[in-house]
């Protein structure tokens, strides 16, 4: 993969003083940057998960934003660069005219956010398989529905295979936010979306469950196969 990124779990810097003993003081500007930016970004994905769980007729309506809102919450921030390669045509065994930035995989959180500059590179996998790309645009925001959230809506929502191509002349940056609940949180189908017809899809567990089990695989796995009480079919 062609990508350095930079980690940052939210919940661990709540106040300004604590963010003062991460960064150096000359960094005071970068340090409110990532607070504010942090803070609206969470703002924004509550009120997203919000309009899903209308969507799927779920009460109350906070049922999915709350998972995410507390202090507690297992989420991070991380910021992406993906360093140009001019020599993508003579550099790749296949043939292709292709340079992996970041390897195909599905996010584990709940939801995740993403916001690059102007330079395209993420591609998402379809349900037959192909792959598309998605247009660049500075100004809009991304949303990837993660794994837990496919096991919460009981396979309603679909966590979103993607991938990132390197460019051959200018840098890609990215900056998501994986919106994730506390660890000892317990996920599971949610029971409003269960009755006779429509059974449990997937067995109960922590996010600290699933978390480690997923680090622990292979980035391109169904993470999810091991937790599955039958097979799911993602293309449906």
Not at 37 to 62: A, F, H, W
Not at 76 to 95: A, K, M, Q
Request: glycine share 4%; charged share 20%.
């Amino acid at each position: 993969m062609l990508c350095d990124s930079i980690f940052f779990t939210v919940s661990r810097f709540k106040t300004h003083s604590q963010l003062f003993f991460f960064f150096h003081t000359r960094l005071s500007f970068w340090r409110n940057a990532l607070l504010e930016y942090t803070k609206s970004v969470r703002k924004m994905t509550c009120d997203v998960l919000e309009m899903m769980t209308d969507g799927l007729g779920i009460k109350p309506r906070n049922t999915l934003s709350k998972l995410v809102s507390g202090e507690n919450t297992d989420s991070i921030f991380r910021l992406n660069h993906y360093p140009p390669c001019p020599l993508i045509n003579n550099n790749n065994t296949n043939g292709s005219n292709i340079v992996i930035g970041f390897g195909e995989h599905t996010d584990p959180q709940i939801i995740s956010v993403l916001r690059s500059n102007n330079t395209c590179g993420l591609q998402i996998n379809l349900s037959d398989g192909s792959w598309i790309s998605v247009p660049s645009d500075p100004s809009s925001f991304f949303f990837n529905v993660s794994d837990s959230l496919q096991v919460l809506t009981n396979g309603r929502f679909k966590s979103v295979k993607h991938t990132v191509l390197s460019n051959s002349r200018k840098s890609r940056v990215s900056m998501i936010y994986f919106a994730g609940p506390s660890l000892t949180q317990r996920i599971a189908p949610l029971t409003c979306l269960i009755d006779s017809e429509d059974e449990s899809l997937y067995e109960e567990f922590t996010w600290s469950e699933y978390k480690n089990s997923a680090y622990n695989s292979r980035l391109s796995d169904n993470r999810l196969q091991p937790f599955e009480k039958k097979a799911v079919s993602l293309s449906e």
